[in-house]
């Protein structure tokens, strides 16, 4: 190894006119935001919510969560010409601190299988004033259970820890949302992975 | 397409580093589990040359209202790298940063210091070819924070990366070189390794420096490598 890496340091607590600017009313522009996929993406249409719970279990208002996903045919979209024609950007970034009940939220499509043995999930990544590293986790989801009993990352966390990565389906008037909560510390720990 | 190294945990802080009060209840307790990379982290976003607008890489017009920004004006020139030294092209660079008086314009940000109504204090820019970038600002100033008594947290330039996978994510703060408030700063501190520590003070630049303008910092950055061996999948 020639170089060593440049150290991680916390995004702060005052990223939004630089990260996330037009979902905090900032003057600038973004790159991304909590629209995962527009209404014209292929695929089932859902809402991801969830909350960033700290050590002593009070709501985070203040970190910033990264989603990156398959489209629904399992494809990953690299190529941003792919993206202005499909509608589909993979890529969702939101902050916990606009939303009444600080819960961070993703319109999306359900994504497709990646690779014969996986089940469907999107990559996730949390940052936060308070951690000087990123941590990388996953959604998966409920309705999913039999592709989820085959999925060899999913089974290689501990039995009593899988269903901190699992989204739950719910109902709602608008339409199907997947909620989860992300738990920092305690004995409902989120499972992070060392990717 | 191919995986990337392992992140190298001995150039980065723990998550829990006690001296920096907010890891305490933040950090999770429980170590990361390895997962093999694959497709999911291998790939990553593509931003396409118009996500950069003409002014983004400048800071020091790109937040002008009715004059030019206060303070020392400077140019950050870098190149993006991998740990095997290979430049990282077509790379987008998001930036951050305190007005010269230490004040965000962020509205959570309570410092009494004044706002600049000429500096906003975010952009973004591209690596080249060659995996460089550059963009222009008003050089920061320090702030107290909460996390001691007298706590200040050193001059610093928040930056974002994706890199060229998901996988090799970074977000990190670029120091100056003979900051005094670098040894007494937990955030900086929190990475334990004095030589990673050095890899985020930028350096100051003659060459770089434009006459009659700007002084130059170099900040080169430096991601997760590639394993030489393509994935299977
Ligand atoms: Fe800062």
Known sequence: ?195 | MSTFKPRDWGSHAPFIAPGYKSTILRGPTQAPLAIKSGLSEGTGPRFAPASVRKLDFDLTKNGITNGEPLGERIVVHGKVMDTDGRPQPDILVEVWQANAAGRYVHKLDQHDAPLDPNFRGSGRCMTDANGNYVFYTIKPGAYPWGNHFNAWRPNHIHLSLFGPGFATRLVTQMYFPGDPLLELDPIFLGTEDAAARERLISKFSIEKTEEGFALGYQFDIVLRGRNATPMEN
């Open chain 1, 1 to 195: 190894m020639a170089y060593g890496e440049t150290p991680s340091q916390t995004v702060g607590p005052y990223f939004a006119y630089g990260l996330t600017a037009g979902q905090y009313a900032y003057d600038f522009t973004d790159i991304a935001d909590t629209t995962i996929a527009g209404p014209d993406a292929d695929g089932e249409h859902i809402r991801i919510t969830g909350r960033v719970l700290d050590g002593n279990g009070d709501v985070v208002n203040d970190a910033m969560i990264e989603i990156w996903q398959a489209d629904a045919n399992g494809a990953y979209t690299e190529n941003p010409v792919d993206v202005a024609s499909s509608g589909f950007r993979g890529l969702g970034r939101c902050g916990t601190g606009t939303d009444a009940q600080n819960r961070f939220y993703f319109d999306t499509v359900k994504p497709g299988v990646v690779a014969d043995g996986t089940a469907p999930f999107v990559n996730v990544i949390v940052f936060m004033r308070g951690m000087l590293v990123h941590a990388f986790t996953r959604f998966y989801f409920d309705d999913e259970a039999a592709l989820n009993a085959k999925d060899d990352i999913l089974q290689s966390v501990p039995a009593d820890r899988r269903d901190t990565l699992i989204a739950k389906r719910v109902e709602t008037r608008t339409g199907v949302e997947y909620r989860i909560d992300i738990h920092m510390q305690g004995d409902a720990e989120t499972v992070f992975f060392d990717v």
